[in-house]
């Protein structure tokens, strides 16, 4: 398995930008999708996004939809997730999440993926 590290969360005001990244190591993210989840503090962890590993396929949460976009650079192992135009309800803790052998066009649950990186905060203040 992977190791995951996110960067890149902080506190933006509603209706700015933010842009999260989740570094592989510790082998390479060949094959695998990847994917970001969110929790927010007395709920569950959702779904956000997911990636194929050749890029050819993603999806959304309908939340998300049309302001968040997420994008992988294979030769550097790091996937991206551009945040735009947000709002209160993105405040949470976002992982980042990678699975072997999966198919991105299935994966939305946490049991899809194997790896899971440690969360990084995202703070939408209003």
């Known amino acids: 398995q992977v190791q995951l590290v996110e960067s890149g969360g902080g506190l933006v005001q509603a209706g700015g930008s933010l842009r999260l990244s989740c570094a592989a190591s510790?082998?390479?993210?060949?094959?695998?999708?990847m994917g970001w989840f969110r929790q927010a503090p007395g709920k569950e962890r959702e779904f956000v996004s997911v990636?194929?590993?050749?890029?050819?396929?993603?999806a959304y949460t309908e939340s998300v939809k049309g302001r968040f976009t997420i994008t992988r650079d294979n030769a550097k192992d790091t996937i991206y997730l551009y945040m735009n135009n947000v709002k209160s309800d993105d405040t949470a803790v976002y992982y980042c999440?990678?699975?072997?052998?999966?198919?991105?066009?299935?994966?939305?649950?946490?049991?899809?993926?194997?790896?899971w990186g440690q969360g990084t905060q995202v703070s939408v203040s209003s």
């Open positions: 999440a990678a699975g072997r052998g999966r198919s991105a066009a299935q994966a939305r649950t946490p049991d899809d993926f194997d790896s």
């Open positions: 510790g082998g390479t993210a060949a094959g695998y999708i």
């Open positions: 990636i194929s590993w050749g890029a050819d396929y993603s």
